[in-house]
């Protein structure tokens, strides 16, 4: 079986501005190589408030899906705050492989990074 159920991103960040054209943003990247759709959930820790949760995307069977967190929104409509850490734990009901990217364009000399999440078992 290839991937995991459970996978925490402990950095998160969204810049509150951006220069030029592109946007500052993150991404939450899914690969699903498994021949069953993979529900996708996510909740954000803060270092000074309560938990988001109620954030759930599907990742078709044998597909990628990158979830853009600036889009994104929970099931009562509300988006992440920016200019704010948090840290993400990313659930799904099929194992999958995640990664974790930000664009930050908050200057004009843009920085893009990506990392592996961590794993974790249920």
């Not at 996510?42 to 597909?63: K, N, Q």
Request: proline share 7%; charged share 25%.
């Amino acid at each position: 079986m290839i991937g995991h159920r459970k996978w925490l991103i402990p950095d998160g960040y969204l810049p509150e501005r951006s220069t030029g054209e592109l946007v500052s943003h993150e991404a939450v990247c899914v690969l699903n190589v498994h021949d069953e759709d993979a529900a996708i959930r996510l909740t954000f820790y803060f270092e000074d408030r309560e938990p988001m949760s109620g954030f759930v995307v599907p990742c078709g069977a044998r597909r990628t899906r990158h979830i853009r967190l600036d889009q994104l929104r929970d099931d009562a409509g509300r988006g992440l705050p920016r200019g704010v850490p948090y840290a993400i734990v990313v659930e799904s009901d099929v194992p999958v492989v995640v990664q974790h990217s930000r664009m930050d364009t908050s200057q004009p000399a843009l920085a893009l990074f990506t990392t592996m999440a961590y794993p974790a078992e249920a």
